[in-house]
C-alpha cells in the first residue's frame, strides 16, 4: 500500500532551446498548436512600464464572444459553416462546462468539431465516436470528433444529416460557448450572434509592478525551478521564507540578483494563437532596445477544461494537469521554449 | 311394462293386419342366442346363457380405444427446426417486404392495445398501461431506438415484424427490414400519446414466455 | 527520472524530462459549515497536519508540505508539496470531516503536475464573468492503482 502511495503519474516536461535566427525553429508551429488560450502572461524585468507599441499589442487582443444557451447544432448551420468555418478560423469552446462530468464541445481553427460527452449523451446521440483515452475501469466518457470541412459532413451529406438529427432531436445538446474568429472577427459569426444572447469582451489586461525581486539566473537555472519561479511571481506568492519557517520554505532557486523593478503583465479571455504571435514579435523587437536585463519570459495557459490538448489530441482534467508553454527570449535571438502537458497526453510538438 | 307382457303371444287380430308370424318360444330363445353371437365383438370370451341372466348387454358398440391421444401427438410433431429452417417459414420473402403491408398490422395492433388497456383515454394511469403493455404483444407497434451502446442503431424507427428471444425484426418506411439486438438498446413505442421505454436488456424472452414472466421493479437501469 | 537529449548542430537542442518534478501543487478551499468563520494560515496548517496525522499516523504528520499563499477571504489555499507525498496529502484532505465540532469539506479545485504555480491562478475568465463558481467534488485520485 505504501508503495502505491507514494506513486505519482507520469509527468512530461519538454526543453527547447534554438534561436529565431535559425531556420530549424518552430516556435511559431508551436505557437499554433495550442488552440484555446485563456490567459498570456509576460514577465518584462527591469522595466516601470510598458513601451507604447508593447502596450497597444496588449490591447489589441481579439475580442471574443460569449453566446447563452447555444444549441451545439446551429454549429453545423450552412450559412455559418459558409462564412466562418470554411473561411478563416474559429476558435470555439463550451463555456462553464467541466471535461470530468459534463458534456464539452470544442470549434477547432481547422474545422474539426468535438464533442466530449458522457456515456448517457453518447448513447442518445447516436453518432459514431470513440471511447475517451481517460476511463478508469469503466467506459463512462466518449470523444466524437467530426471534421467539418471533409466532403461527408458538407450540408446535405449523410454524417451531417445524422449528425444534425442527432443534435437537433435525439440529444438537445445546449451549452453556453466562447466563439472568436480570425481574420473576420464578429462580422463572421453576426448571423450566429444575432439569434441568441450574446455578449461581447474584450480580452483583460492587467499590470503589476513588482519592486526588489529577488530572482534566479535565466539560463543557468534547472527548469523546474525556474518555471516554479515563474509561476509564483506570476501569482504573487511571497518567497522571503526561510527553509525553517513554520507555513511555507519556498524560496527563489538559486537566487542570484535582485531586480529592482519588474512589469508583470497578464491577459485573459480566449486568446487566438495569432494574437500571440504577434506579441512575440513585438517583444522581439523590444528586446532589442539597450537595458539592463536582457531577457524576458511569456506564459501561455490553456483552458483548463478545454477537451483538447495540443494539436487535437485529447484532454482530460481528473488526470491533472494543464497545457501551458513558457518562453524565455534572450537579447541575442535565442530563447528556451518549456511545453508541458498533462499527465498520459502525448508529446508536445 | 312387465317382463310377461313382452313374452306374451300376439294376439289374433293384429296377427292379420300386422302379416306377422307369431313365433314359438323355443324358436324365439335360439334366435335371441344367434343374435347375440353376432353383435358381440368377442363372443368366446363371453357364456352366451350366463350373459342372459344379467341385465345390461352391450350390442354392436365397442368402446372407443385411446387411439385419440396417439392421433394429436403425431400431429403436434409437424416440422422440427431443421425443417423450418429449410422452408424458410419465418422469413420475409423480398417482394413482400414492405412497409404498407404491414400498416393494416400496425392499425390491428393499436386496436389490440387501446382494448387492452380499456379505452386508452389521455386520462389513464401511465402505471397501469404500463404494466398491460409489459405482457401484451408487440407484433405491429412501431418502435424507435432511442438508446444504444451502437450509434448506429439509435434513431431506427419502423413497424416490429417479427420478435425472437434477442433481436426485434422491424420494417422501416424505406422498406428495409432491420435485425436489431434487443441487448444494449432502448426502445420507445408510442401509442396515442402514451410514450414507453423498454430496455432491451431486460427484455430478452419470446413474446410468449414474457406474458408470464414477471418483472422486477428497479430504481435505475444501465445499458 | 529519464531525460532523452536531442542535440543538433545547428544549436537546436530538445531536452525533455519525464517524471523529473519534484513537486506537485494543490489549490484547495475549505467550506465550514458556519460561513461566517475564519482561521488564520497557521491555524489551517495545524488543522491539515491534523488530518494528516489522523489518518496516516506519526509518518504522515512527518510530510512536509508548504501553504504557498492563503487568502483567509475566500479560504482558499495554494499548497506545495512532494510528489510523492500527493497521494497522501490528498487523501486526508477529502476524509477531514470536522474543524472544531463543525462540519466542514476540503474542495480540491484544481491540482496541478509540475505546471508551477502560475497555472494555478483563479482561472481569470470566471472572474470576468462574475461567475459563481460551482463547487466541484473533490476526485480522490486514480492512480493510487498501476495504471495499466
Redesign the interface.
Given at each position: 500500500m505504501c508503495a502505491?502511495?507514494?506513486?505519482?503519474?507520469?509527468?512530461?516536461?519538454?526543453?527547447?532551446?534554438?534561436?529565431f535566427l535559425?531556420h530549424?525553429?518552430r516556435v511559431s508551429s508551436q505557437v499554433e498548436q495550442l488552440h484555446f488560450i485563456?490567459?498570456v502572461?509576460v514577465l518584462l524585468p527591469e522595466c516601470n512600464s510598458a513601451s507604447s507599441s508593447l502596450d497597444s499589442v496588449f490591447n489589441s487582443f481579439t475580442s471574443f464572444y460569449?453566446i447563452r444557451k447555444l444549441p451545439i447544432y446551429e454549429l453545423l448551420d450552412k450559412d455559418f459553416l459558409q462564412s466562418a468555418v470554411y473561411q478563416g478560423s474559429v476558435h470555439g469552446l463550451s463555456f462553464?462546462t467541466?471535461i470530468?462530468e459534463d458534456n464539452c464541445v470544442a470549434l477547432m481553427p481547422n474545422g474539426r468539431l468535438t464533442l466530449s460527452l458522457d456515456k448517457d449523451s453518447f448513447e442518445l446521440l447516436g453518432f459514431e465516436g470513440k471511447p475517451s483515452r481517460f476511463n478508469?475501469r469503466s467506459c463512462s466518457r466518449f470523444e466524437v470528433s467530426v471534421d467539418l470541412t471533409d466532403s461527408s459532413m458538407a450540408p446535405g451529406g449523410r454524417g451531417y444529416l445524422r449528425l444534425l438529427t442527432g443534435l437537433k432531436s435525439h440529444l438537445q445538446l445546449q451549452t453556453d460557448f466562447l466563439l472568436s474568429h480570425h481574420p473576420g472577427g464578429g462580422a463572421s459569426l453576426q448571423a450566429l450572434l444575432s439569434r441568441y444572447d450574446w455578449s461581447e469582451?474584450k480580452p483583460?489586461v492587467?499590470r503589476r509592478c513588482l519592486s526588489n525581486l529577488v530572482c534566479p539566473a535565466p539560463r543557468s537555472c534547472d527548469?523546474?525551478s525556474l518555471?516554479?519561479?515563474?509561476?509564483?511571481v506570476?501569482?504573487?506568492?511571497r518567497c522571503e521564507n526561510s527553509s525553517s519557517s513554520?507555513?511555507?520554505?519556498?524560496v527563489c532557486p538559486e537566487a542570484n540578483t535582485t531586480l529592482g523593478h519588474a512589469l508583470s503583465v497578464?491577459v485573459?479571455?480566449?486568446l487566438l494563437p495569432h494574437d500571440v504571435q504577434r506579441l512575440i514579435q513585438e517583444l522581439r523587437c523590444y528586446l532589442q532596445q539597450p537595458q539592463l536585463e536582457s531577457w524576458v519570459s511569456l506564459?501561455v495557459?490553456g483552458?483548463?477544461d478545454s477537451l483538447v490538448s495540443w494539436g487535437g489530441s485529447e484532454h482530460g482534467a481528473?488526470?491533472?494537469?494543464?497545457d501551458?508553454y513558457s518562453l524565455l527570449m534572450f537579447h541575442d535571438h535565442t530563447y528556451r521554449l518549456y511545453l508541458?502537458t498533462?499527465?498520459?497526453h502525448t508529446?508536445p510538438p | 311394462m312387465d317382463e310377461a307382457q313382452i313374452y306374451t303371444q300376439i294376439p289374433h287380430n293384429l296377427v292379420k293386419s300386422l302379416n306377422v308370424k307369431p313365433q314359438s318360444s323355443s324358436k324365439a330363445a335360439a334366435f335371441t342366442e344367434a343374435f347375440l353371437k353376432n353383435s358381440l365383438q368377442k363372443p368366446s370370451q363371453y357364456d352366451l346363457k350366463d350373459m342372459l341372466t344379467h341385465k345390461a348387454v352391450i350390442l354392436g358398440y365397442a368402446r372407443p380405444k385411446k387411439e385419440s391421444a396417439k392421433r394429436s401427438s403425431k400431429k403436434a410433431k409437424g416440422l422440427n427446426a431443421r425443417q423450418k429452417r429449410k422452408m424458410k417459414i419465418f422469413q420475409i420473402k423480398p417482394e413482400h417486404q414492405r412497409y404498407e403491408l404491414f400498416l393494416p398490422l400496425h392499425e390491428l395492433w393499436r386496436q389490440y392495445i387501446v382494448d387492452l388497456c380499456g379505452g386508452l383515454k389521455p386520462t389513464s394511469n401511465p402505471q397501469f398501461v404500463q404494466q398491460k403493455l409489459l405482457k401484451a404483444d408487440f407484433h405491429g407497434a412501431i418502435i424507435t431506438v432511442v438508446r444504444s451502446k451502437c450509434p448506429s442503431y439509435v434513431g431506427t424507427t419502423g413497424i416490429l415484424v417479427q420478435e425472437f428471444k434477442h433481436v426485434f425484426k422491424i420494417i422501416t418506411k424505406e422498406n428495409k427490414l432491420k435485425v436489431i439486438p434487443k441487448r444494449n438498446s432502448v426502445f420507445a413505442i408510442e401509442i396515442n400519446g402514451f410514450v414507453s421505454h423498454i430496455y432491451g436488456s431486460k427484455f430478452e424472452q419470446r413474446a410468449s414466455e414474457r406474458s408470464a414472466k414477471k418483472f422486477k421493479v428497479r430504481g435505475t437501469i444501465d445499458l | 527520472m529519464t531525460s532523452v537529449e536531442e542535440a543538433?548542430p545547428?544549436?537546436?537542442?530538445?531536452?525533455?524530462?519525464?517524471?523529473?518534478?519534484?513537486?506537485?501543487y494543490l489549490k484547495i478551499r475549505l467550506v465550514l459549515e458556519d460561513e461566517r468563520s475564519r482561521l488564520s494560515?497557521?491555524e489551517l496548517?495545524s488543522f491539515i497536519i491534523a488530518g494528516l496525522k489522523s489518518l496516516h499516523g506519526e509518518v504522515g504528520a512527518a510530510l512536509?508540505f508548504?501553504?504557498?499563499?492563503y487568502d483567509e477571504e475566500s479560504l482558499t489555499a495554494?499548497l506545495?508539496v512532494y510528489?510523492?507525498?500527493?497521494?497522501?496529502l490528498w487523501s486526508s484532505l477529502t476524509l477531514q470531516g470536522f474543524y472544531q465540532n463543525q462540519a466542514c469539506a476540503f474542495r480540491v479545485l484544481?491540482?496541478?503536475?509540475?505546471?508551477?504555480?502560475?497555472?494555478?491562478?483563479e482561472?481569470?475568465?470566471y472572474l470576468?464573468?462574475h461567475?459563481t463558481q460551482?463547487k466541484?467534488i473533490s476526485?480522490f485520485p486514480?492512480?493510487?492503482?498501476?495504471?495499466p
Open positions: 502505491d502511495l507514494s506513486r505519482t503519474p507520469r509527468t512530461l516536461l519538454v526543453c527547447d532551446r534554438s534561436s535559425d530549424k525553429n485563456y490567459k502572461s460569449l462553464r467541466r470530468d478508469h469582451h483583460k492587467s527548469p523546474h518555471l516554479e519561479w515563474l509561476g509564483a506570476d501569482a504573487d506568492v513554520f507555513l511555507s520554505s519556498f497578464s485573459s479571455g480566449l506564459t495557459h483552458f483548463t481528473l488526470i491533472g494537469g494543464q501551458f508541458s498533462a499527465t498520459c508529446c | - | 543538433e545547428s544549436g537546436f537542442q530538445r531536452v525533455v524530462l519525464t517524471n523529473a518534478s519534484p513537486y506537485q494560515d497557521v496548517k512536509n508548504d501553504v504557498l499563499k495554494l506545495r510528489s510523492r507525498g500527493l497521494v497522501k484544481q491540482v496541478s503536475r509540475f505546471t508551477g504555480i502560475s497555472s494555478l491562478e482561472p481569470l475568465i470576468l464573468f461567475v460551482k466541484r476526485h486514480h492512480y493510487c492503482h498501476p495504471l
